[in-house]
């Protein structure tokens, strides 16, 4: 199976920060990569997929890069509804999923 | 408009069967896969498993496999997570979503499972 990595696991920025969060494959998975936010006692919304395109109304100050074993989420100027807990999830090509462990934007 | 609307909210004692649903609107049901997603309290998302619901085709998490039965009814556009005999470990919420080639476009509101004696 593949494992995701994802880190850090929790961290605080202030409104206006450049914050990234990145997720490691033990091995490669193309492109199949997307990243979600979800907040206290929401359905996870997805920001990005296929690791850099933006799903339709999302701001686009989040973005999404990488390939192979090594992605990442940037969100360029931190707005105060952006403090949630994100997920990157990958699949392979027998449709295995795996989501990240979770990284917990607060703010600081 | 695509839509996943799941079954309400179950409160069930351990040892007892369980099957809650997802039904699809808004786009050929037959044509993409149905994942199934866990979330326990506190928790981070778990994959469980996936159909298609066109030929039934079904694939498990080492995780899950065993431990869960994923199905779908095409007829009625509605895929399935059942349990044979709950554990109160299997308290969570669990979200279907689709698959769209390459990730989970569309989620269910979820469906808050408790079991409690």
């Known amino acids: 199976d593949i494992q995701m990595t994802q880190s850090p696991s929790a961290m605080s920025a202030s409104v206006g920060d450049r914050v990234t969060i990145t997720c490691r494959a033990s091995q490669g998975i193309s492109n199949y990569l997307a990243w979600f936010q979800q907040k206290p006692g929401k359905v996870p919304k997805r920001l990005i997929y296929?690791?850099?395109s933006l799903q339709s109304g999302v701001p686009s100050r989040f973005s999404g890069s990488g390939s192979g074993t090594e992605f990442t989420l940037t969100i360029s100027s931190l707005q105060p509804e952006d403090f949630a807990t994100y997920y990157c999830?990958?699949?392979?090509?027998?449709?295995?999923?795996?989501f990240g462990q979770g990284t917990k934007l607060e703010i600081k | 408009e695509v839509q996943l609307v799941q079954s309400g909210a179950e409160v069930k004692k351990p040892g007892e069967s369980l099957k809650i649903s997802c039904k699809g609107s808004?786009?050929?049901?037959?044509?993409?896969?149905i994942g199934w997603v866990r979330q326990m309290p506190g928790k981070g998302l778990e994959w469980m498993g996936i159909i298609y619901p066109g030929d039934s085709d079904t694939r498990y998490s080492p995780s899950f496999q065993g431990q869960v039965t994923i199905s779908a009814d095409k007829s009625i556009s509605t895929a399935y997570l059942q349990w044979s005999s709950l554990k109160a470990s299997d308290t969570a919420m669990y979200y279907c979503a689709r698959y769209s080639g390459y990730d989970l476009d569309y989620w269910g509101q979820g469906t808050l499972v408790t079991v409690s004696s």
């Open positions: 296929a690791s850099s």
């Open positions: 999830l990958q699949h392979n090509s027998y449709l295995l999923f795996t």
């Open positions: 808004g786009y050929s049901f037959t044509s993409y896969w």
